[in-house]
């Protein structure tokens, strides 16, 4: 059986969605590669808009993921942050 080590990292977490906005961003940077960086987010942001679904959802877990660990880390016992982390490792594991 594959292993796949999903860690802690919002980034990581969000390239495993089906549909991945790492791959919308790369799609975008590609056909717009003259423009500004506000260029290319505005476009980001439009595409991620009109596609919806999995790719806001990514974008949301990445988002929460490291929000959530900057305001509680420090508030939160190492045995819960290791079983909250098996939970999400699971949880991701059948997504994939």
């Known amino acids: ?9 919002g980034a990581k977490r969000s390239r ?13 940077v ?10 290319i ?3 980001f ?3 991620a808009l009109k596609h919806g679904g999995e790719i806001l959802s990514a974008i949301i877990a990445y988002w ?4 959530y660990r900057a305001l509680v880390k420090e508030q939160v016992p190492v045995a819960v942050q290791r079983k909250q982390k098996a939970a999400l490792e699971l949880r991701f594991k059948e997504q994939v």
């Open 1 to 9: 059986m594959l292993e796949v080590d999903m860690g802690t990292q």
């Open 16 to 28: 495993y969605f089906p549909d991945s906005p790492d791959a919308l961003l790369r799609k975008i």
């Open 30 to 39: 590609e056909r717009h590669a003259d423009s500004l960086e506000s260029e």
């Open 41 to 43: 987010e505005e476009a």
């Open 45 to 47: 942001e439009a595409a």
């Open 64 to 67: 929460f993921a490291n929000r």
